[in-house]
């Protein structure tokens, strides 16, 4: 597994890189946000360490440039800042986790861990076009078609669709989708559901109302 790490201080990118290849997976460096985007167009990572203070281009606006070119690619997003406005936003925009400065190198291994298991693991995926409504899901091609339109969801907003097309009728608290989902290695916070249900609701078109929320339980998927 490849990951390319995008930060401009060069101890801290260090640090990452070396952790990384000692749990065994390949990396890349990039100090400054204009280097990412023309490297991608020549190898396409299996993970993004992404930090938001770049020079060059921002890592928000960097954000959203890679996942609108390419959704499948898991970012996470490394942040300085304390304000939840900020991870809000980076979430909002694609991120697919997120980590503040300064953290525990053992923990973002383990981000890292997970967010490539669900890309890498087939066993992860169902098999053969789901069908629910006027939405398509195609996991081996890592499409998703509602009304015939095929819609750009990050790896997260596909697999919280996947599971909930595949459980119809069925409440996931927000715990319940920690777990299944981000992983029981990561730690991440019941905000981070909460943003990546709403981003996947507004891209579902006119089958939206159908990711109902359950207040004070979660989350359910209505069947057609």
């Known amino acids: 597994m490849k990951i390319l790490i995008v930060d401009d201080e060069e101890d801290i990118a260090g640090l ?3 952790h990384l290849e000692e ?5 890349e460096v ?3 946000g204009m280097e990412v985007l023309p490297r991608l ?3 396409i990572p299996d993970g993004i360490i992404l930090d938001l203070m770049l020079p060059g281009i921002g890592g ?3 954000c959203k440039r890679i996942k609108e070119k390419y959704p499948q690619i898991p970012i996470i997003m490394v942040t300085a800042k304390t304000g ?5 936003l980076g979430l909002e925009l694609g991120a697919d986790d997120y980590i503040r400065k300064p953290f525990n190198i053992r923990e973002l291994v383990a981000r890292v861990r997970t967010v490539t298991r669900r890309t890498a693991d087939p066993s992860q995926e169902v098999q053969g076009t789901i069908t629910t409504g006027k939405i398509q899901i195609n996991p081996t091609a890592h499409k998703v078609f509602v009304e015939g339109t095929e819609i750009d969801l990050t790896l997260i907003e596909f697999k919280l669709l996947q599971l909930f ?3 119809p009728g069925v409440a996931f608290s927000r715990d319940k989708l920690l777990d299944r989902i981000w ?3 990561v730690f991440v916070t019941d905000r981070t559901v909460d943003v990546n249900i709403k981003r996947l609701r507004d891209k579902l078109l006119s089958e939206k109302e159908r990711l109902e929320t359950i207040r004070g339980v979660g989350y359910r998927f209505r069947d057609a």
């Open 41 to 43: 167009e020549k190898n």
């Open 165 to 167: 097309a595949g459980n």
């Open 23 to 27: 749990e065994g997976f390949q990396t």
């Open 30 to 32: 990039c100090h400054n």
């Open 16 to 18: 990452i890189q070396f």
């Open 84 to 88: 939840e406005t900020d991870v809000v």
């Open 183 to 185: 992983g029981k290695d």
């Open 60 to 62: 928000m606006d960097l």
